[in-house]
């Protein structure tokens, strides 16, 4: 290979690649069509003759061809969490006030238009694009590398100056127009409409064949960064970085953006958009209101599901009229009974819907709802159809107050409505078919125990043949009696029974949340694993125990006294365990973890010199103690650094708490470990 050719590549891909940028990104057209191919063909020839110069980032491979039979998981390094909806001004003020109890600085809004596409995550490494993977359950996604490099506005290769490893968040999607011409060609081609752009962009991107994607133009806007050590103080400096570095960012002098100090601020961006956002060339379906400044987004943390500094304004929905033909029930896995609407087909946004929520039977009575009425439909959210009201000027007489059945459409058995509870329930816990497999279902889960091979088929399949009547009864599958079962190759069975295995080793705080107790979500289930450490010790905990545990209020510690109160649930328990489960913490197995903070509420407030907020809370937790973000009278320390905010010591003051600056925590905590090692090494010489 001649050094002119080699250079002549790299020349090629670097000038392809500013063209693209130019006309994708900036909207610049700087050379003819006939240029750019002449260039691109150049470029393919050479790289065809030196295949030793391969590079998948190369601008020849944005035309596609890869075949990917199966996306691999990945596990994000930086969690993909959803937003909470909001629907109106009061929701706005209600997030408003939830910030401010926490933060008592001065801080502002960052607002940005919500588009109706694809969560992506992009991973860059010195530059180069090495992974696409989409949102997935928010944990894992799946990589879908080979199609996001046909995107003609994702930069393959970065310009500028850039770290070694960045991790770049966005929005894939369609423009109107592009959306609009592949409905075009598929008519001409006589194939299905496709129904609406988000729904097509998701499925664009699980194409198997990558040459079929980059035909589609899909477009991307993208607009946070994830650096590890990052030095940015507010969300508004992600744009500038990102766009130096050659992304497709929304543009600020459009108003896709702007960073406002309250609600009234948020409302005016809200409003505006309301009114302009038909005008946009692609979809939107709402706002994204986020704190501005990153500390605070630190400060103020998430739930287990979304950010507590960030909420989504959702615009109001089309409305449309259908018959709602009957109402049937479903039964959930804890026994509540859900009805749902069956409706005349009727289209909206692009959908096609047959079935409405309609929750429960409080809320048929508020709406007044009949049988044969013409009902008012909408999407929730833009996601869930829900019933909103009925036309009283097309009721017919003969349609006859709805009336709640009183016992489970499944097992027969008396429904039961408490006080104070929106739903009725079934109590035949042990004996109702839909309860037992969902149960199942629920303990399989991916977030749960991730049990590969099992879907809902499969668990009605086992049920069916009488194999599984409970949870533990997965654990003593063996391959013969999966192989009878329909469609069950010897393959499939393997894999069924290797993921039973695997999930033997599921630690103990997932394994809470499997058991589908009541009310005990994946969060609760971890707090309550890290205060009780083994299932043993939950099991005798009493109403009192349970209520002194952070967060654990009196419905649910109600819940899980009255699920162990059960011999049914603790003769399940018990078989996991003869399985080979182990439900206590890992704390609980490493005899050398620190306790020293244990039982202690630690609430850190301001910036440090020597360590960020993260470490200094992974520090805590690590020795035992609990981070906490407001203080109040069960606080045990302050940990005080610069701008800190001033509510906070002041309540640290009159509640008597412990308050340390960074160097003063490090010293106690230096004490606290050296005495705690005195005390092992004593122990030790007993023996």
Known sequence: MSRIDSDRIIELRKLIHYYNKEYYVNNKSLVSDLEFDVLLKELESLETKYPDLFNPNSPTQRVGGDITKSFDSVQHKYPMLSLANSYSKSDIEDFDERIRKIVDIPFSYICELKYDGVAISLIFENGQLIRAVTRGDGTIGEDVTNNVRTISSIPLVLNGEFPQMLEVRGEIMFSKSAFLKLNQQRKIEKLPLFS????????????????????????????????????????????????????????????????????????????????????????????????????????????????????????????????????????????????????????????????????????????????NDVVYVEKGGEIIPKITGFDISERNTSNLPFVFISNCPECNSKLIKDDGEAHHYCLNFYMCPPQIKGRISHFIGRKQMNIDGIGE??????????????????????????????????????????????????????????????????????????????????????????????????????????????????????????????????????????????????????????????????????????????????????????????????????NKVEILNESEFFKLLEELQANDKTKQFKQGELF
């Open 196 to 371: 609406n752009p988000r729904n097509t962009a998701s499925g664009t991107l699980k194409l198997q064949d990558s040459s079929i994607v980059a035909k589609r133009d899909l477009d991307c806007f993208l607009y946070a960064a994830y650096i590890d050590n990052s030095k940015f103080h507010k969300v508004f400096d992600h744009y500038n970085f990102l766009s130096s570095l050659g992304f497709k960012t929304p543009p600020i002098d459009q108003r896709f953006i702007e960073q406002v100090n309250d609600v009234n601020g948020i409302m005016d961006f809200i409003n505006f958009w309301d009114k302009k956002r038909g005008e946009l060339p692609f979809e939107i379906d709402g706002i994204v209101i986020k704190v501005n400044e990153v500390s605070l987004q630190n400060e103020i943390g998430n739930t287990s599901k979304s950010p507590r500094w960030a909420i989504a304004y959702k615009y109001k929905t089309t409305q449309v009229k259908t018959t709602l033909e009957d109402i049937i029930y479903q039964v959930g896995r804890t026994g509540a009974i859900t009805p749902v609407a069956v409706l005349n087909p009727v289209e909206i946004s692009g959908t096609m819907v047959k079935r409405a929520s309609v929750h429960n039977a409080d809320q048929i009575e508020k709406l007044d709802l009949r049988i």
């Open 457 to 654: 088929e499969t668990v009605e399949q086992l049920y069916n043949a009488g194999l599984v009547q409970n949870i533990a009864d997965l654990y003593k599958l063996t391959k013969e009696d999966l192989l009878p079962l329909d469609r069950m190759a010897e393959k499939s069975a393997e894999n069924i029974l290797v993921g039973i295995e695997n999930s033997i080793h599921t630690p103990f705080h997932k394994i809470l949340f499997g058991l589908g107790i009541r009310y005990v979500g994946e969060t609760v289930a971890k707090k309550l694993s890290a205060s009780f450490g083994n299932i043993n010790s939950l099991r005798i905990a009493s109403f009192e125990d349970l209520c002194s545990v952070d967060e654990i209020g009196d419905k649910i510690a109600e819940s899980i006294v009255d699920f162990f109160s059960q011999d049914y649930n603790n003769k399940i328990i018990d078989q996991l365990l003869e399985s080979g489960l182990v439900m206590e913490t890992e704390v609980q197995k490493d005899s050398n973890h620190s306790t020293i903070f244990k039982n202690k509420k630690i609430v850190i407030s301001g910036t440090f010199k020597n360590i960020s907020r993260e470490e200094l809370k992974t520090i805590i937790e690590e020795n035992g103690g609990k981070n906490t973000s407001t203080v109040s009278k069960t606080t045990s320390i302050l940990v005080a650094g610069e701008n800190m905010g001033p509510s906070k010591l002041e309540k640290a003051t009159k």
